[in-house]
């Protein structure tokens, strides 16, 4: 048993170092094959343990960065996500006594990792398997079947590992086949053309403000933030008025550009409308709203401000970080005086907009920081007609550590997943501009201040996975919770027979 523990704990940090700041993918395979062998065979009541322990060394290592918001945060959730990991164990150990498991237990992994994903308070998707896939061979297929595709693709690979080092003495021909078969499925999408024909282009400027001192305290600095992206966007009018830049037809200011209401602050919105009438164009602004409904609630809005007539259209963020921009059941569990928590004196109220903003005519997909992490918004307003994504986030209390990195993967993924353009404004970084390929055209180095000037394309073709949004996640929970019942009655049925079997006075057949 404890062979299996070890194995499991190298298993989750080798799995952990496959993602940003890290970043090498290959090592998914053989840490998932670590896991599954080191469950199988296991009866329940003993598999939960090495499940639990590589779901500690995996989200203890890949969530580190929590520990910027402080170490009782990155220990509690750190610990209610490796929880998950105790029912994959159990499930993955008992699938791996019934036929076809390698493909069972890939189902397994993909069920867990979209249930942890969603639920409960919008789960944490960060450490999905898809997203550490950039730069690799997987990634292809992402247009075609999405994150949770390739989620179970890599799985697969790794459950499909620990078959073949099972068996690829007893039955070589088949080991190679399976590989044969396995590879050429990985390989299928690199020859398919997913690319759709622009329908258009526009000049895009992002404009990365950067944050004073430690980079880290934006609301203790907002003022100096708000009036470094002025700064940067007057400087932008004036170099294109000397010609020695294109003219954007927009520019995009990241999350908390302004980190109080533009509509209400006179310092604030006097700031915004300098800049919009210097560089004559309209700007996507970052800003903190009051919520007109209910004072106690705040707003995190992308909002379109255009010269001559201020805010107008907007797009408020779909998923608040809870116990970070909102407190669930506030008072009633942990006391809003605690900690941090007194630094969130209102809730965030959660957006539902799935209408693409118009920015200059062009119909755009916003999305706000851990926005870009969840498979709902972008698509939902991709569907809709949006030809371009732009991807607002402050992000400057993770800048030291390895989160900015893992959430701008995860936006070059979208840019494939979605056949999209994609613009990254952060408060300080990593900001860039992406095309539908992931590849970074334009980036800036984090802790300066920087404005990137792109022309990008516009597209109107949907991919097939944006068109299947949030429901192949959906799928393979649904067969997986089948495939429990079925395991645990099996189970259950089978223990009972062996207890009859056993009983005094039992005949026993050989």
């Not at 080092?165 to 053309?193: F, I």
């Not at 907002?222 to 008025?241: F, P, Q, S």
């Not at 992931?438 to 802790?447: C, D, T």
Request: one cysteine or more; aromatic letters at 8%.
């Amino acid at each position: 048993m404890w062979i299996r523990c070890l194995a499991a704990v190298l298993g989750g940090l080798s799995l952990a170092a496959a993602f940003e700041p890290i970043g090498q993918a290959w090592l998914m395979p053989p840490a998932l094959a670590a896991f599954v062998l080191a469950l199988r065979g296991l009866r329940p009541g003993r598999a939960w343990l090495p499940g639990l322990l590589f779901g500690v060394a995996f989200i203890f290592s890949v969530l580190v960065w929590l520990r910027a918001v402080g170490t009782d945060a990155w220990l509690a959730t750190s610990a209610g996500e490796a929880a998950f990991f105790v029912p994959l164990g159990i499930g993955t150990a008992l699938a791996t006594r019934h036929r076809g498991w390698p493909v069972w237990c890939a189902l397994w992994w993909v069920a867990i990792e979209t249930w942890r994903g969603g639920w409960p308070l919008s789960g944490l998707p960060f450490g999905r398997l898809a997203y550490a896939t950039a730069d690799t061979p997987w990634s292809a297929a992402l247009p075609w079947v999405g994150m949770t595709g390739v989620s179970l693709l890599v799985a697969l690979t790794g459950t499909t590992l620990a078959w073949a080092v099972l068996h690829v003495r007893a039955r070589p021909a088949g080991v190679a086949a399976a590989v044969v078969a396995l590879v050429a499925v990985t390989a299928l999408p690199l020859g398919l053309d997913v690319a759709g024909e622009d329908v258009g282009t526009a000049t895009v400027a992002a404009v990365q403000g950067d944050v004073p001192g430690s980079g880290t305290d934006v609301v203790g600095v907002h003022r100096e933030v708000t009036d470094n992206h002025v700064r940067a966007t007057v400087e932008l009018g004036e170099r294109v008025e000397g010609g020695d830049v294109d003219e954007p037809d927009f520019v995009v200011w990241p999350e908390n550009s302004t980190a109080v209401d533009p509509f209400t602050d006179p310092t604030a919105n006097a700031g915004i409308v300098t800049a919009a009438d210097a560089v004559g164009v309209p700007i996507l602004v970052g800003g903190m709203v009051d919520d007109p409904e209910d004072d106690q609630q705040v707003l995190n809005q992308g909002i379109v401000w255009t010269p001559g007539l201020g805010g107008g259209d907007r797009y408020t963020k779909w998923h608040p970080v809870p116990y970070g921009e909102y407190i669930p059941f506030r008072g009633s569990i942990i006391p809003d005086t605690y900690g941090q928590l007194r630094l969130v004196p209102r809730d965030m109220a959660r957006g539902t907009r799935r209408e693409p903003l118009r920015i200059a005519g062009v119909p755009v997909a916003g999305a706000i920081c851990f926005d870009v992490a969840y498979d709902d918004g972008v698509g939902a307003q991709v569907r809709r007609g949006a030809e371009l994504i732009a991807v607002q986030t402050s992000n400057a209390m993770f800048i030291e550590t390895g989160q900015i990195h893992q959430q701008f993967e995860i936006s070059r993924l979208r840019a494939l997943e979605t056949d999209r353009w994609v613009v990254v404004a952060a408060i300080n970084g990593v900001s860039g501009i992406i095309d539908p390929e992931g590849r970074v055209v334009a980036s800036a180095p984090a802790g300066t201040r920087s404005v990137m000037v792109e022309e990008v394309g516009l597209r109107r073709d949907v991919t097939t996975a944006t068109r299947m949004g949030v429901w192949p996640g959906r799928a393979v929970l649904g067969t997986v919770a089948l495939h429990a019942a079925f395991l645990v009655g099996s189970y259950v049925l089978s223990r009972r027979r062996g207890a009859q079997a056993a009983a005094p006075g039992r005949k026993v057949s050989a």
